[in-house]
């Protein structure tokens, strides 16, 4: 691709293509860029180009700069009801696109569901008992209106279903993509609340999805439990109409 030769267009399309990078290092687990050389060379603009679209992105709190060591994502923040935002900034970035959004419920449909028929199979009385305080967790966090705490409840939730699998590499894969998964479990609780209208029959009905599956895992159902996971991730989609 030739360079660019117009100063804005140029910082326009390395802001752009900065974005693009930053989303995929963060769901790859990766929280540190290439240096500028590399990607000057990559977006085809200056270096001076590429240290004012970062600065751009530092301002908007996805990017942190450290001296010395290079440039990253923004780290984690906390979340209260009042930064109703999840934990990792660069997933701002998911909102401009919606399919991210959509493969990640479709990988969610293959991957939990066989966790949780396997989780009612093989789940040992320790587990059993940790999910269902979890459920018992996200309940009073539903009751008070706490979505913060039903938030981090739901994500917790289904870690701790991945390692009540007991298999091996779905565990492992779940380590490897637990960061970009609880964040968009976290940020898919916030999203579907912030219709008002909708926000309490919502989480509501989140909870008696959560119920049904620990219910089933309790019952030692597999069938059961693998049917309300997949019932719980179709409705998750619903509220943000993926896929038509």
Not at 129 to 150: F, I
Not at 151 to 174: E, I, K, P, W
Not at 194 to 208: F, H, N
Request: net charge positive; glycine share 4%.
């Amino acid at each position: 691709m030739p360079r660019l030769t117009s100063t804005s267009s140029a910082l326009q399309h390395a802001m752009q293509s900065l974005e693009r990078l930053v989303l995929e290092h963060g769901l790859d687990g990766r929280p540190r860029l290439p240096p500028e050389r590399e990607l000057a060379q990559r977006f085809q603009v200056s270096r001076t180009t590429v240290r004012a679209a970062i600065q751009r992105l530092v301002s908007r709190g996805m990017l942190e700069t450290r001296q010395g060591s290079g440039v990253f994502i923004a780290s984690d923040r906390p979340m209260s009801p009042a930064t109703p935002w999840p934990p990792a900034p660069w997933l701002g970035l998911v909102d401009a696109q919606p399919a991210l959004r959509a493969d990640t419920l479709e990988f969610r449909m293959v991957f939990e569901c066989a966790a949780a028929r396997f989780a009612a199979q093989r789940a040992d009385t320790q587990e059993r008992r940790q999910l269902a305080a979890t459920v018992d967790t996200m309940q009073k966090a539903v009751r008070d209106g706490d979505v913060a705490t039903e938030a981090a409840a739901d994500a917790t939730f289904h870690a701790q279903l991945a390692s009540a699998s007991h298999n091996m590499m779905l565990g492992r894969f779940y380590a490897n993509a637990i960061a970009s998964l609880r964040a968009h479990i976290t940020r898919n609780t916030y999203d579907a609340g912030r219709d008002a209208a909708l926000a309490t029959r919502r989480s509501q009905e989140r909870l008696r999805q959560h119920v049904a599956i620990c219910d089933a895992i309790l019952r030692q159902s597999p069938d059961d439990a693998a049917l309300a996971m997949r019932q719980h991730i179709e409705f998750v989609g619903r509220q943000f109409e993926l896929r038509g």
